[in-house]
């Protein structure tokens, strides 16, 4: 089965920019969205198609995916940002993955 | 548009979840929207249950499909879940969500999710 492989946490500084990983296999021919998912609350999409923002989510949000690797960009992260975030692929073989999270510390 | 997922709490092992979506402010028969099921243990990461088309089209995680029962009442703007045969590893949240796709050729990911419904596998 497919699998996608997040590092477990992230720690940065406020104001500077955080960057979390998601690797795969031949990532980058499929579509890879990320969820920001805070304690308690359901998760929320925020990039989409490798690097499409929906309505709302603030453009500090940037992602970029090559080859087996694909990225999330958050700059000038701010203590709001503190959360888990999932990396998520599809095509139409393996349909959805979630990666296994990775906790995103501002301190 | 709103999801909400309604269903028991508890089950016993070797019985059967199952769960209801009811779609508000908005249509389960709208072209390109797929309906999902996806599910979270405590303290862990998300899982994908398995997804629906209005058409009835079914997609379910290879790992879960002999259990899965995912199905559409498109009178009722519903979409409802059935995993037989639960043990504890089947505790966990679980949210009904959709997935937007183009003519399941692209996937623009999962925008809409409900609150969640816990459900824990116990006698």
């Known amino acids: 089965s497919y699998e996608l492989t997040q590092p477990p946490s992230v720690s940065v500084s406020p104001g500077q920019t955080a960057t979390i990983t998601c690797s795969g296999d031949k990532l980058g021919d499929k579509f890879v969205s990320w969820y920001q998912q805070k304690p308690g609350q359901s998760p929320i999409l925020v990039l989409y198609?490798?690097?499409k923002r929906p309505s709302g989510i603030p453009d500090r949000f940037t992602a970029s995916t090559s080859g087996n690797t694909a990225t999330l960009t958050i700059t000038g992260t701010q203590t709001l940002d503190e959360a888990d975030y999932y990396c998520?692929?599809?095509?139409?073989?393996?349909?959805?993955?979630f990666g296994g999270g990775t906790k995103l510390a501002v301190l | 548009l709103q999801l909400a997922e309604s269903g028991p709490g508890l089950v016993k092992p070797s019985e059967t979840l199952s769960l209801i979506c009811t779609v508000s402010?908005?249509?389960?028969?709208?072209?390109?929207?797929?309906w999902a099921w996806i599910r979270q243990p405590p303290g862990k990461g998300l899982e994908w249950i398995g997804s629906?088309?209005?058409?009835?089209?079914?997609y379910y995680k290879s790992s879960l499909q002999r259990r899965v029962t995912i199905s559409v009442d498109k009178s009722k703007n519903q979409f409802s879940l059935r995993l037989k045969s639960v043990t504890a590893a089947d505790t966990a949240v679980y949210y009904c969500?959709?997935?937007?796709?183009?003519?399941?050729?692209?996937?623009?990911?999962?925008?809409?999710w409900g609150l969640g419904a816990t459900v824990t596998v116990s006698s």
């Open positions: 998520q692929a599809w095509d139409y073989i393996i349909d959805v993955v």
């Open positions: 629906i088309y209005h058409s009835g089209s079914t």
């Open positions: 402010g908005g249509s389960v028969s709208t072209s390109n929207m797929y």
């Open positions: 198609e490798h690097n």
């Open positions: 969500a959709r997935e937007r796709h183009q003519l399941r050729l692209t996937h623009s990911g999962v925008d809409v």
